[in-house]
Structures are given as C-alpha cells and as structure tokens.
Nanobody, 122 residues
C-alpha cells in the first residue's frame, strides 16, 4: 500500500511563509511526477505546482515568483515553499504523486494525500 502524508499547513498572516512537506511511503519502485493542488471552499481543485523525476517544474501563474516546489528523491518527499502568502491562497492543499509501487507489475498510478489547511489571514 502506498501512502502520501502531508505536513506543514497552518495559519499565517498575509505576507508570511509556510513550507509544506509530503512524504511517500510503502512499497515504491519509482516516483514520477510529484506536485501540489489546492481547493478553496466552493471551488474546483486546481494545480499549484508540479515537479518531474528529472527536476522540471511547472507553476500556476498565480504563484509564480512566490512558491517554490522541490523534491528529495532519497526521502521520497516533495516540498512546497510558500512565500508572500495572500488571503486568496487560503485553501486545502493536497499532495499528488504518480508512483509505480505496491506489487508487480508495478503499475503507474496516481495517489493523493489527505490534505492540509493553509490559511492566510490577519
């Protein structure tokens, strides 16, 4: 069984920073894309940032220049450094990963974390 466990959410004043972490555990052969999505109340889940196994990154326009995604392949962990947070960044943030794991034939599947609340408010 493959699991994604997030940490690092919380309440911060506008302009502040948070760092989210997401660790994958279980029987893992390869981790391909890792990333972060967010979902605000009444809105659809949307992509924030992704990073490939080769280190290529892609960001939503709304977070470019403020958020940085990175990964530590040795720890099967992806991070999201969130700076200059705005009230509109408030949402539940979900970790996402495409992993070949479990058992043979090591099918590549999508996994989601349980979500962590990020609130930017004074």
């Amino acid at each position: 069984q493959v699991r994604l466990v997030e940490s690092g959410g919380g309440l911060v004043q506008p302009g502040g920073s948070l760092r989210l972490s997401c660790a994958a555990s279980g029987i893992i052969r390869s981790i391909w894309v890792m990333g972060w999505y967010c979902q605000a109340p009444g809105k659809q889940r949307e992509r924030v940032a992704i990073i490939t196994d080769g280190g290529s990154t892609n960001y939503a326009d709304s977070v470019k220049g403020r958020f940085t995604i990175s990964r530590d392949n040795a720890k099967n962990t992806v991070y999201l450094q969130m700076n200059s947070l705005k009230p509109e960044d408030t949402a539940v943030y979900y970790c996402y990963a495409e992993i070949s794991g479990g058992n043979p034939p090591w099918t590549r599947s999508a996994y989601w974390g349980q979500g962590t609340q990020v609130t930017a408010s004074s």
